[in-house]
């Protein structure tokens, strides 16, 4: 397969019409395989060399829209130290603009051999992972732009994706809980109805569904579980495969905004669905985890402000672009008009306390596109000091959203669970 050197940046995998170039952060990789899948899911794999400041990339011009793709990190195994590379692990690109496909729990999934977590598992997880997709990055937006309704106008419909569609007498089967669902002009003249002037859509990043509850035949509603910080939920889409989601969100939001509708998304940073030292190694605990990772004294265990088992290491450079790539992606190329931050006071923890000083709070504020959106916290996590109502500086975020606030699904009030302890 013909390889070019390609560039460092953008991280994730972007396609330009010649090609597609591939990039991956890691500082502990010894070696990084990009592993391309077909159709019949044969594994086709690629050693990237082109290394710059711990960034691994390639261009590849054969790859096309739609290609199946993960990786393979080799690096250091040693729990104790807080290094958890194995390339007997398939992980998913942290930057993936679209996931599809489940994961099923396996034992393969795990760094450890059930019942003896001192032992390390070489057993090939590929076959029990999802897998990222090449997207296409065109789309006609018609003109769209930024409604920038102003806070004493706004009255915000906290909504969930599934429950608000789902049980719409005048929408087709087909589009019930979906993207396109909520762009039905059934939808959408409901909402106007009601006087609504933006929905804030609980969890759409990408999630997947507990262990505890798959073994009790359930499954994961809320999504406050997320695994990918780019890719809308591949379930939430009528057409969700081969990276369909993503325009299928686009033309939602272009819809919403076309009826005077603003879009905002609660955004889930504080945590990753990998769980803690228990978890399995699914994507960022694989490639670099005491980057992503706020990690204890003894390194074999996690720092957990959010009762979920692990939190994002917002101390860490490559964490705090991460986030901040994310929702610049949110804004720019799925043009979101704000974010309300689950946990928020876990992004403020730069050593142990909250702090109105943390870097994450500088980023927004400093950042031309991010700091002119809607920006909500939730002003607490559940480690000591977290609780921080009022407390958060005023650079966008606000701790109680000056707003009216409507919550449900069609037709019916429903509590919005808050935090990452939704029930299940």
């Not at 594994?43 to 990786?71: C, K, M, N, S």
């Not at 994706?161 to 002009?185: C, K, N």
């Not at 005077?260 to 670099?288: C, K, M, Q």
């Amino acid at each position: 397969m013909e390889v070019w050197p390609g560039t460092p940046y953008p991280l994730g995998a972007r396609y330009d019409g010649t090609g597609t170039n591939f990039a991956l952060f890691s500082e502990l990789a010894e070696r990084v395989q990009l592993c391309l899948f077909d159709d019949a899911g044969i594994e086709t794999q690629v050693e990237l060399t082109e290394v710059d400041g711990f960034i691994w990339h390639y261009f590849l011009p054969a790859v096309e829209l739609g290609q199946r793709y993960a990786y393979r990190v080799h690096g250091p195994y040693e729990p104790g130290q807080g290094q958890r590379c194995n390339p007997a692990k398939l992980l998913l690109d942290p930057y993936a603009q679209a996931v599809e496909g489940a994961v099923d729990w396996d034992e393969s999934l795990f760094g450890y051999p059930f019942g003896r977590p001192w032992e390390r598992n070489d057993r090939d997880s590929a076959a029990h992972q999802s897998r990222c997709v090449v997207v296409n990055p065109y789309f006609d937006w018609r003109g769209d732009h930024p409604l920038r309704i102003p806070y004493h106008e706004t009255v915000i419909y906290e909504a969930h994706v599934r429950g608000l569609t789902i049980a719409h007498p005048e929408l087709p089967p087909e589009l019930r809980g979906t993207y396109a669902g909520l762009g039905h002009p059934a939808v959408v003249e409901h909402l106007q109805r009601l006087g609504v002037t933006a929905v804030e859509l609980m969890p759409v990043h990408q999630f997947i569904d507990d262990h505890h509850l798959i073994q009790r035949g359930l499954s994961n509603y809320w999504g406050y579980n997320t695994i990918g910080f780019f890719a809308p939920h591949h379930r939430y889409s009528a057409r969700g495969t081969r990276g369909q989601q993503v325009p299928e969100f686009k033309a939602m939001v272009r819809t919403l905004h076309e009826a005077g509708i603003e879009v905002i998304l609660d955004v889930v940073y504080n945590h990753t669905a990998e769980g803690n030292h228990l978890g399995p190694t699914l994507s960022f605990r694989g490639i670099d985890n005491p980057a992503y990772y706020r990690l204890a004294d003894d390194r074999a265990y996690y720092v957990d402000y959010t009762g979920t088992g692990n939190s994002l290491n917002v101390r860490h450079p490559h964490s705090l672009q991460l986030i901040m790539d994310s929702l610049r992606y949110w804004a720019l190329e799925m043009h979101v008009d704000g974010f309300r931050f689950d946990l928020a006071a876990t992004l403020a923890r730069e050593f142990h306390d909250v702090d109105r000083l943390a870097t994450f709070f500088d980023l927004v504020q400093q950042d031309p596109v991010v700091s002119q959106l809607k920006l909500i916290a939730e002003p607490w996590d559940v480690g000591a000091g977290g609780y921080q109502v009022g407390n958060f500086p005023r650079c966008g975020l606000s701790g109680t959203a000056a707003t009216a606030t409507l919550s449900g699904t069609f037709g019916a009030a429903l509590p919005a669970p808050s935090g990452s302890s939704p029930p299940g």
